[in-house]
């Protein structure tokens, strides 16, 4: 799994080190997070675990780590008795009870996360997102779909979609047609990414980041086509390095074999590849 975890370059994610401990005779997970901890060059630590062979020395670990201000997400196996069983026989872990684990994570403030998916891409917003930064979020796209699962998505988790001013949203109707939802989630007709120089497209996404509801901004690209989705994608690629708030992406499709994903993940955003998957990070 450390070989998957570590494709998630693929995403944009970057790492400092892998370390694969096997069935940690010498070296365990808590020295590890130790370790991390006070590595300068790591912001998120990230973990597969099947076990834990000392309660007491993984939470002085993880206090370490609460001390340094280092996110902490972790993919622990064995919460079901089929998972134990299969944990033990690859390293030897015995799981054990699994309400003390998730106790023990709570008191750490540790994310616990349910697959590698996950893992890569809680870790990777980590990464990107000031401590903090608020949750508030701007959803935009060229696909009135797209905006519309995005909201019941960021709703279903508790992330708040706010309205914007009114001031704003008089500002964007000098831009996009009257007829269009102005004050968030924001669907643009895909014509206006097609039709309208880029300058007015990243003057677009400027007055909406000024707006003071906006703690952050979400571009859904919902296709791998080059119409819209390679216009669409070059916004992001030509605004977000820019900004001083957050931005994030969700391409939906699973062709990533495109220069729209490419633009995405060259924008140094964090990309998810599910709409669920970016608000339960967000949540995180």
């Not at 390095?241 to 699973?254: D, I, M, Q, R």
């Not at 993940?265 to 998810?272: E, I, M, T, Y």
């Amino acid at each position: 799994q450390g070989r998957a975890i570590m494709e998630g370059t693929a995403l944009g994610a970057g790492f400092s080190r892998w370390v694969a401990l096997g069935n940690e005779v010498g070296v365990d997970l808590a020295d590890m997070i130790n370790y991390f901890a006070h590595d300068p060059k790591t912001s998120v630590i990230a973990a597969y675990a099947e076990g834990i062979k000392s309660g007491p020395k993984l939470r002085a670990a993880l206090s370490a780590a609460n001390a340094k201000g280092k996110p902490v997400v972790i993919l622990k196996v064995g919460a079901s008795k089929k998972g134990a069983e299969v944990a033990a026989s690859h390293t030897g872990h015995l799981s054990g009870a699994d309400a003390p684990v998730n106790g023990l994570f709570a008191q750490h403030g540790v994310t616990r996360v349910q697959d590698i998916d996950e893992l890569v891409e809680v870790a990777n917003l980590f990464a990107h997102m000031p401590a903090n930064n608020g949750t508030r979020s701007i959803i935009y796209s060229y696909s009135g779909a797209t905006v519309a699962i995005m909201t019941e998505a960021a709703e279903a988790v508790g992330i708040d979609v706010p309205v914007l001013a009114e001031a704003t949203q008089k500002v964007l109707a000098t831009m996009l047609p009257a007829n269009f939802r102005l004050s968030n989630p924001i669907d643009n007709g895909g014509q206006f990414s097609m039709m309208e120089p880029l300058e007015v497209r990243l003057k677009l996404l400027d007055t909406i980041m000024a707006d003071p509801v906006a703690d952050l901004m979400i571009f859904g690209i919902s296709a791998a086509g080059p119409v819209p989705g390679n216009v669409f994608s070059e916004e992001l690629l030509a605004w977000a390095p820019k900004t001083e708030k957050p931005v994030l992406a969700v391409f939906s499709s699973p062709q990533t074999r495109a220069q729209s994903f490419d633009n995405a993940v060259q924008s140094g955003v964090p990309v998810f590849r599910s709409f669920r998957g970016c608000f339960q990070a967000l949540a995180a």
